[in-house]
Antibody, heavy 122, light 111 residues
């Protein structure tokens, strides 16, 4: 059974960088069968896709996001990470890491992390 | 504003059936059979209920079924139970640079 766990600071100051890591257990990121994703949900609002990454480092990002985003992968640690730069209050959200149930990006999410709330505030 | 349109809320009595709609365009729902549905209880992560329009993951009750007609996908829940009360989100692959679009979510109340 695949499990994903987000970790990182719960509070980030405006204009700083939000950094989160997702640790995957029960499966290997580097077997190439799946894409991996970050999705966020502002309090009381709907889901917003942030981006995808493949074990090779290939990435896709949501062009609608206002803050610059970088997703990276560390196959030796079976982890992938998210950085959101120059954050504002609009980046306050629960951030989920997730597995795409296919080797192509844009398809359904079959496993989700529990989510971690990140608040942007001074 | 979400790319896919869902009703904000629906309600029905236990034991009854309900259908939640998800309307997109010819670039997403209408173009691909890659619509998925997620159930989210308060404070929890979403759970995949239906994928590729009609398929149910292992372990999901057969009371949940999906369909599609044109640019609109639907999730039908039959024999409503109290535990079905949750938010439901649809999602679709899209030919735009976004790759994936979500609906705004529907709050299901089981009266």
């Amino acid at each position: 059974q695949v499990q994903l766990q987000e970790s990182g600071p719960g509070l980030v100051k405006p204009s700083q960088t939000l950094s989160l890591t997702c640790t995957v257990s029960g499966g290997s990121i580097s077997n190439g069968d799946y894409y991996w994703s970050w999705i966020r949900q502002p309090p009381g609002k709907g889901l917003e896709w942030i981006g995808y990454i493949y074990y090779s480092g290939s990435t896709y990002y949501n062009p609608s996001l206002k803050s610059p985003v970088t997703i990276s992968v560390d196959t030796s640690k079976n982890q992938f990470s998210l950085k959101v730069s120059s954050v504002t209050a609009a980046d306050t959200a629960v951030y989920f890491c997730a597995r795409v149930g296919d080797s192509r990006p844009g398809y359904y999410i079959d496993y989700w992390g529990q989510g971690t709330l990140v608040t942007v505030s001074s | 504003q979400s790319a896919l349109t869902q009703p904000a809320s629906v309600s029905e009595s236990p034991g009854q059936s309900i259908t939640i709609s998800c309307t997109g365009t010819s670039s997403d729902v209408g173009a691909y059979n890659f619509v998925s549905w997620y159930q989210q209880h308060p404070g929890k992560a979403p759970k995949l209920m239906v994928y590729d329009v009609t398929n149910r993951p292992s372990g999901v009750s057969n009371r949940f079924s999906g369909s599609k007609s044109g640019n609109t996908a639907s999730l039908t829940i039959s024999g409503l139970q109290a535990e079905d009360e949750a938010d439901y989100y649809c999602s679709s692959y899209t030919s735009s640079s976004n790759l994936v679009v979500f609906g705004g979510g529907t709050k299901l109340t089981v009266l």
